[in-house]
T-cell receptor, first 114, second 108 residues
Framework: ETGVTQSPTHLIKTRGQQVTLRCSSQ?????VSWYQQALGQGPQFIFQ???????GRGNFPPRFSGLQFPNYSSELNVNALELDDSALYLC?????????????FGSGTQLSVL | AQRVTQPEKLLSVFKGAPVELKCNYS??????LFWYVQYSRQRLQLLLR??SRESIKGFTADLNKGETSFHLKKPFAQEEDSAMYYC??????????FGKGTLLTVNP
């Protein structure tokens, strides 16, 4: 059983650019969620995808968008990068069946916006 | 709106002492509550969830709806419990809200 993998591990971009972060879910999982974790803060929910559809969103502007693919891998896209977008971005996958599912987190992508 | 408050940023105890990590929440409906833990150089992982009423690694947490709290407790702390602990709440819109975390240090 493979875990959740994220790529790249580190990324440096300049203000105004666009970025795509990738996540490969744990085998058998059909739900993926993305989080932004600024330094010294807890993870903040960006959005969740279930079977390729967004089914939950946090307080992030539309320039944060995502995709989930049929193989349940996922992307987080951020347009028009701002300095405050510098953070650790975490992906988590789970199997959404009945009851409360357990999230499995990746190691994250550290994004620096200069 | 849903909110999770962990009042202690840092908590330091000695090995063998009891430990309690505080978590208070604000949510108008029936919340699902979790504790996540991140050990040094490891990824964030689920420790326990209130719905399971389980004890993991000696830790327990009871949901107190009257006090809107979900404190994490362990009667005898071990050095390997040193980690960052996050309390989290899930509402009906699947949004998972984390607190800012408490860094627990267990001294020998």
């Amino acid at each position: 059983e493979t875990g959740v993998t994220q790529s790249p591990t580190h990324l440096i971009k300049t203000r105004g650019q666009q970025v795509t972060l990738r996540c490969s879910s744990q085998s058998g999982h059909n739900t993926v969620s993305w989080y932004q974790q600024a330094l010294g803060q807890g993870p903040q929910f960006i959005f969740q995808y279930y079977r390729e559809e967004e089914n939950g969103r946090g307080n992030f502007p539309p320039r944060f968008s995502g995709l989930q693919f049929p193989n349940y891998s996922s992307e987080l896209n951020v347009n028009a990068l701002e300095l405050d977008d510098s953070a650790l971005y975490l992906c988590a996958s789970s199997y959404s069946g009945t009851g409360v599912e357990k999230l499995f987190f990746g190691s994250g992508t550290q994004l620096s916006v200069l | 709106a849903q909110r999770v408050t962990q009042p202690e940023k840092l908590l330091s105890v000695f090995k063998g002492a009891p430990v309690e990590l505080k978590c208070n929440y604000s949510y108008s409906g029936s919340p699902e509550l979790f504790w996540y833990v991140q050990y040094s150089r490891q990824r964030l992982q689920l420790l326990l969830r209130h719905i399971s009423r389980e004890s993991i690694k000696g830790f327990t947490a009871d949901l107190n709806k009257g006090e809107t709290s979900f404190h994490l407790k362990k009667p005898f702390a071990q050095e390997e419990d040193s980690a960052m602990y996050y309390c989290a709440l899930r509402g009906s819109n699947y949004k998972l809200t984390f607190g800012k975390g408490t860094l627990l240090t267990v001294n020998p």
